[in-house]
């Protein structure tokens, strides 16, 4: 997040910024839906096309600010402040951040699971600051945290990071230099606080401390979120009517769950195979099933060094926990 007062807007920043997307986005074989519609939304709100001003609030109107919010009960500071940004480097630096993280974490947790992490990060740390800036006034403390004016997605991408680190080794790449994983996020916040004027000290402190909870919270609970089973049926009820229409244009023969051109369970359909380990229909971009990890051949059937058949149904269970922890 960034204070109020930060400065400066380096033009040319926001092209660079969406051709270094794209061409990260063509380099994948996979594309995150969730983190391309993040990029996207923070990008629009911040150049505010003309089709998008009588939706979009201006930035006085939801800056964040916890005597306000707390005050004049304004959820919409409290929700919305994380998706505006102050100059095209502001922006600039916070999606690339953005780019790196969730590609790495959605493609890893898959975008349902992925979705409702952000939704809880974002809740959590904007909490958590918001409650850090009133306990400061308690104190008397002589910075006016409490009155403190913000906006940014860095909140959030402190989060994530905690998140992400907590998957990776006992040692990450911080800068070039390699660091403790555990420790990663909170010396980038002291070199951040130090080398970069205007940024909101609060802001990303909440956005560690949310990850630490998330990450803690997540290993205590087993299973699937209730957000995530709510974003998961959700999904599937908004995209019913797309399912239904391309279904009644497209020829039976090349539906995912159409006929497979080879007869018999395992069969290769057009740009899908399913899997004989386990029925699941896979993309023909994967070269290993998505649900079990089973391979594919090369006649579109599924294979684990041998007989997939005789894989015992717990252990198909037991690769869908460790591939989605579910």
Known sequence: MARRNIGGISNGMIPLMLLL???????????????????????????????????????????????????????????????????????????????WKGVQLESSMGSTEFASMVAVLLGLSQGITLLLSKSLLFFYYERAYYYEYAVGFSGVLFAMKVVLNSQSGSHTNLHGFMVPSKHAAWIELIIIQLLVPGVSFLGHLGGILAGIVYVYLKASYRGPSPLTTMVKGLTNVLGWPLRSLLGFWLPRQQRIYGRGRIGGSGASTHGVWRCRACT???????????????????????????????????????????????
Request: proline share 5%.
């Open 21 to 99: 997307a794209a061409k990260e986005y063509r380099r994948l074989e996979r594309k995150p839906p969730v983190t391309a519609a993040l990029l996207a939304a923070n990008t629009l709100i911040y150049l505010r096309p003309a089709f998008l001003n009588f939706i979009i609030p201006p930035i006085d109107e939801v800056w964040f600010n916890a005597y306000l919010i707390l005050h004049h009960n304004d959820l919409k500071r409290f929700f919305l402040s994380a998706f505006y940004h102050l100059g095209d480097s502001h922006l600039f630096y916070n999606m690339l951040s953005l780019l």
């Open 280 to 326: 699941f229909d896979n993309s023909t971009s994967l070269t290993e099933c998505e649900m079990c990890g089973a391979g594919c051949s090369d006649d579109g059937l599924s294979s684990l060094h041998g007989s997939t058949s005789d894989i015992p149904l717990d252990e198909i269970r037991q690769r869908r926990i460790q591939r989605f922890g579910r």
